[in-house]
């Protein structure tokens, strides 16, 4: 029987519950304590099969690991997707120069600003956007290393394949659950974990990443998005399936 999204995400919680990489510091993982966000983010807008997988790579430190969605700006989340939940517990250790602070977090994500603002440009609402598109990252964890962000693929040989294989494991059955038509890695790597993990199942092209880390994505990263996704901006492109 094919999992629903919710029973994917909860199992790939509780399987990297205890992943603990020697190249960390510190690991958060907000679907433990941001649970209750990201099960209304899943109810509300994961369900519904056909539409275009927008994949990115892991949480960022103002982003997802302070509100359990992807690319979660706390902004963006509350005042256009519509969800703000308080915290869990117990929390993680945190590093004092990311401390989790949920919905009352005042930095902002800039790649969630940029991804939610351009939807939000395009579709005007929340609805409109998640008829069409989903959002989901392929690891779930924030890594930190000498007060730094540490991106999975750093990890060392031995906890990146344990971590690969669970987070396989989890795409795979994601995509099982949501049939999606075309998939968009959110960044090089997030693609080619895509296309050597899924062999063929969906059809993956490139999206530029939104951070500001990026000189090409500053320069106008919205147009870059219209680009890549013009095809399936327009609903026709998308399967009617529920």
Request: hydrophobic residues 40%; contains cysteine.
């Amino acid at each position: 029987m094919r999992e629903n999204l919710i029973e994917v995400t909860r199992r790939l919680a509780r399987e990297l519950r205890s992943f603990s990489p020697a190249a960390a510091s510190h690991v958060y993982n907000p679907l433990e304590y941001a649970w209750d966000a990201q099960r209304q983010y899943l109810e509300r807008y994961g369900v519904k099969r056909g539409r275009v997988l927008l994949l990115g790579m892991n949480p960022g430190p103002w982003g997802m690991a302070q509100t359990g969605v992807p690319f979660g700006d706390a902004v963006m989340v509350r005042d256009w997707i519509g969800i703000e939940t308080p915290l869990g517990s117990p929390l993680p250790e945190q590093h004092r120069k990311y401390p989790i602070l949920g919905f009352d977090c005042h930095r902002h994500e800039g790649s969630g600003r940029r991804l939610w603002g351009w939807a939000r440009e395009r579709f005007g609402t929340a609805e409109n956007f998640f008829s069409r598109f989903f959002v989901g990252n392929y690891c779930p964890l924030l890594f930190v290393a000498e007060g730094r962000n540490l991106t999975p693929e750093r990890l060392g040989h031995t906890d990146t394949k344990v971590l690969t294989e669970i987070c396989n494991r989890a795409l795979i059955a994601t995509v099982a659950a949501l049939e999606p038509v075309r998939l968009f890695g959110i960044g090089r790597y997030a693609e080619r974990r895509a296309r050597e993990v899924l062999d063929g199942r969906v059809p993956i092209d490139y999206l530029p990443h939104p951070s500001p880390a990026s000189p090409a994505a500053n320069r106008g990263w919205s147009a870059l998005a219209d680009a890549a996704l013009g095809p399936w901006l327009d609903h026709s492109a998308c399967g009617p399936q529920s």
